[in-house]
């Protein structure tokens, strides 16, 4: 490239020989080299004007169409990334304002209690029926024995959904599930747990799910395990989850503290001492977890080290409330 023009090639248009000189800022030379492949086009004199205006004329029509579509490639990722970066934000916003209107009706003392209707609500699913799920079914699921006590939390989570709906503009829409998912978050964060970021966009069932899906609590280990297994989760992801029952009435700890306290408890056994209320300490299945060695290593790992518990269950909670979901927006 020179300082006042550049040379573009059209060899689809012309011959191989013909190039087109553009000078800054209007001023065109032609360079013509002739053979008889094209004798209609090019000879040995100077070419007739009509030829050379129309290939003139052609050759600007098809630059034009090539630089066009040359900028439209390149602006066409910055135009998508600026879309995709303003649906983060919209959703980043939408999540802080539920998270706030949660926390308006949400007490360390009703912790436990949100915390146990998102494991109920997102324990449903099954893998291999692709059915259950985080999906508000709980709604439709309130009198069957293993929900028994949950319409207290569920009251709290129909409080959240009404006060965003009256509060934030019609293009928020938030469902039941979504608000769940949040609310048990919110519950382990306000305990002292970790932040969990949560997704939103899920849509609801309109009708309950299966029975029957949720791991009993008379489980052993190895039942447990297949439970789990079944929805898609590991050991380890089993033994973080199950950490979750720090919270409450169980005997774990501080009832309204989320620390590490349900793994130190359970490597103690209080339940094998003779009388008293530690015999009532945790559930048969809690019990179960330290009599199997794979469980073991996950207990002994957790007790000693709290910031790979708080992980571990950040993570397998984010898995646990996408759990079948149906989304409003997929892969957003």
Not at 158 to 187: F, N, R, Y
């Amino acid at each position: 490239m020179s300082m006042t023009g550049f040379d573009l090639s059209f060899r689809h248009l012309c011959s191989p020989y013909i190039t087109f000189r553009f000078e800054f800022p209007t001023q065109i030379r032609r360079k013509i080299t002739c053979t008889a492949i094209r004798p209609t086009i090019c000879s040995t004199s100077a070419p007739s004007t009509a030829v050379s205006d129309s290939n003139e004329n052609q050759a600007r029509t098809s630059y034009g169409r090539r630089m066009m579509i040359s900028m439209i490639a390149f602006l066409l990722p910055f135009h998508q990334s600026m879309q995709h970066s303003s649906a983060n934000a919209n959703a980043a916003d939408d999540l802080l304002f539920l998270q706030e209107e949660i926390r308006k009706v949400l007490t360390k003392g009703k912790a436990a209690g949100v915390l146990r209707l998102v494991f109920h609500d997102a324990g449903t699913y099954e893998t291999n029926e692709n059915s259950g799920g985080m999906n508000g079914s709980i709604l439709y699921e309130l009198d069957r024995p293993e929900n028994k006590g949950l319409k207290k939390s569920l009251k709290i989570i129909l409080e959240a959904k009404k006060m965003v709906e009256e509060t934030q503009p019609v293009s928020m829409s938030v469902s039941v599930s979504d608000v769940i998912a949040v609310a048990g978050a919110e519950a382990v964060s306000l305990c002292g747990g970790p932040k969990i970021p949560v997704r939103l966009g899920r849509l609801d069932s309109m009708v309950p799910d299966p029975e029957g899906k949720l791991p009993e609590e008379t489980l052993d280990a190895f039942g447990l395990k297949q439970s789990f297994k079944r929805k898609g989760f590991s050991t380890q992801e089993l033994v973080a989850l199950s950490g979750a029952h720090t919270l409450g009435s169980k005997g774990f700890g501080n009832p309204i503290i989320f620390d590490n306290s349900y793994y130190k408890v359970l490597l103690e056994k209080p339940w094998l001492s003779p009388g008293g209320m530690t015999s009532m300490v945790g559930l048969p299945s809690d019990r179960g977890l330290i009599e199997d060695d794979e469980c073991l290593r996950w207990i002994s790992k957790y007790a000693d080290d709290q910031d790979l518990f708080f992980r571990d269950f950040k993570n397998a909670y984010i898995k646990l409330v996408n759990s079948g979901a149906k989304w409003r927006r997929p892969n957003s």
